[in-house]
């Protein structure tokens, strides 16, 4: 099964471009010879109409319904083309000085892809090539250079040190354009990839370093309440309200239960000191 080809369709624009891809289709399905003068050698009618209708078909199913409209009534491929280059091929000399001036002064931004600048200048040399004037390998290329940005100084300098003035190729400095961005993407996509990591490394530090403080923090609190003393027995490990030995001697609750060591001591001395006095009056009885 042969493939298929489509263009886009034409509506009014880029007609340069357009005529390249149409030419492009009616010689793959046999028929550009139809938009041309019928040869004088070319005697077989039938043929000759067969072609000429294909040529026709194709033409009506690339063209926009705007554009389609205005070649109705043409009855061959011939007219139909020669009707679209009156129309769109402008050949004014006011046209060619506004594409010169575009060509001569287009810059390539530094957010815009070598790809798609490529591709702008070769539109601009189809478009002034329909206008009989063609810009010839050597200055295409010296207009690819100059319209590079100013990061691209060194390559400009390497290219045009290593080979003689009059013998640069478009193609061949199109190719070397097209290997430095490839250069540039991959060293940002490893200084990308690099930050990526130490950020990765910096958060696990700090993760690490988040759990490691809390359980210090949490053994220097069990190791502190190891150098608690008792004010009762003297033994560490306890405050004085914990002591077991304190609590077994007094079920009655006398001593204060507070941590307040002072109030403690003050409530001690009374309790002693009344324990004194009532041995005293059982004495003297």
Not at 73 to 98: G, P, R
Not at 174 to 187: F, I, P, Q, Y
């Amino acid at each position: 099964m042969a493939a298929k080809f489509e263009i886009e369709k034409f509506n009014g624009s880029n007609f340069a471009l357009w005529k390249l891809k149409m030419k492009a289709i009616l010689r793959k399905n046999g028929c550009l010879a139809a938009i041309s003068a019928r040869p004088a050698t070319y005697t077989d009618d039938d043929k000759w109409n067969e072609m000429d209708g294909n040529a026709m078909a194709n033409l009506h199913l690339a063209l926009a319904d705007g554009v389609l409209s205005s070649i109705e009534e043409k009855k061959t491929a011939k007219e139909i083309w020669d009707h679209l280059a009156k129309l769109y091929e402008a050949k004014s000399l006011h046209n060619k000085i506004f594409l010169k001036r575009k060509l001569y002064t287009l810059r390539m931004g530094e957010s815009t892809s070598v790809t798609e600048h490529i591709n702008t200048l070769n539109t601009l040399f189809s478009q002034l090539t329909s206008l009989s004037y063609k810009v010839e390998s050597q200055e295409r290329a010296e207009l690819l250079l100059q319209s590079l940005p100013d990061s691209y100084d060194q390559l400009i300098i390497n290219l045009t040190n290593n080979v003689s003035t009059d013998s640069l190729v478009f193609d061949d400095v199109a190719a070397a354009v097209l290997e430095e961005e490839s250069r540039r993407k991959s060293k940002e996509d490893r200084r990308e990839n690099s930050q990526i990591e130490a950020l990765t490394v910096m958060r696990g530090r700090s993760m690490e370093h988040g759990s490691s403080g809390s359980h210090k923090h949490g053994r220097s609190k069990s190791r502190s309440k190891k150098t608690f003393k008792c004010y009762h027995c003297g033994k560490k490990g306890h405050l004085k309200k914990d002591c077991w030995e304190l609590r077994n001697s007094n079920p009655q609750g006398n001593v204060a239960n507070t941590s307040d060591n002072g109030i403690a001591l003050c409530c001690e001395a009374a309790i002693s000191s009344e324990n004194r006095r009532r041995s005293y009056i059982s004495h003297d009885l």
